[in-house]
């Protein structure tokens, strides 16, 4: 079974990917941290985020040890990865590996933006998870705080809000839900609840 969860920024996918994936005994990849470490590798090497050749380099050199990922975890790097993530050569270039992974037999789950759109069309389960701007600033403030991040709740949500229409506005493989994609809003959702709404929709998809 693949289940494809996509969503915009702390909309609460990851944890929501993670928790199905141990539930249902599935390998779990948060592709955000494929265009993460891409980005990384760029401001590592003092190149342009913004140069295709440069970053569909990066992109087809990530080895295991880029993916190390206290240092990919930052509001920088998921800025940085949007950037990246808007050129379509990049995007080619980090396909294969993405599908791969879901080729494995007993399937898999896979988190990011274009999963049930491209990644994975025929995936059994699509999950499209959101919450509210103003909902999913609160957490990542929260979250990057415990990281030891100085952060700041308006420009956490400025950077949401610049990140969703940056994502939202791409040509290629925009943040859009599948059209048969479950939405699952998490804005008045504590964790538990989440993922207790998400296996029951994943409950229903398998048994249909
Ligand atoms: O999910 P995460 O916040 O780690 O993603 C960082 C950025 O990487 C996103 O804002 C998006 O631009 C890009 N991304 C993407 N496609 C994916 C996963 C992430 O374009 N499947």
Do not use: W
Not at 12 to 21: P, V
Not at 75 to 83: D, Q, T
Not at 93 to 110: C, K, S, T
């Amino acid at each position: 079974m693949i289940i494809a969860i996509d969503g915009p920024a702390a909309s609460g996918k990851g944890t929501i990917a993670r928790r199905l994936a141990a539930h249902y005994g599935l390998s779990h990849l948060d592709t955000g941290l494929l265009y993460r470490a891409t980005a990384r590798v760029l401001l590592d090497r003092g190149e342009r985020l913004d140069d295709p050749d440069r970053a569909v380099a990066a992109a087809r050199g990530l080895a295991l040890t880029d993916f190390d990922e206290a240092r990919l975890r930052g509001a920088e790097m998921g800025e940085a990865a949007s950037v990246v993530g808007a050129i379509p050569d990049v995007r080619a270039a980090l396909l294969a590996m993405q599908r791969n992974f879901a080729a494995r037999p007993e399937g898999a789950v896979l988190d990011g933006r274009d999963i049930g759109t491209v990644i994975c069309p025929a995936a059994e389960v699509k999950i499209f998870v959101t919450a509210d701007p103003e909902t999913r600033a609160q957490r990542r403030a929260l979250e990057l705080a415990k990281r030891g991040e100085k952060v700041d709740y308006a420009s956490v949500l400025a950077d949401i809000r610049k990140r969703d229409e940056r994502d939202s506005a791409r040509s290629s493989a925009p943040l859009v839900a599948a059209g048969d994609a479950v939405k699952l809003d998490t804005s008045a959702l504590d964790i538990e609840s989440a993922v207790r709404a998400a296996i029951e929709i994943v409950e229903k998809r398998a048994g249909s």
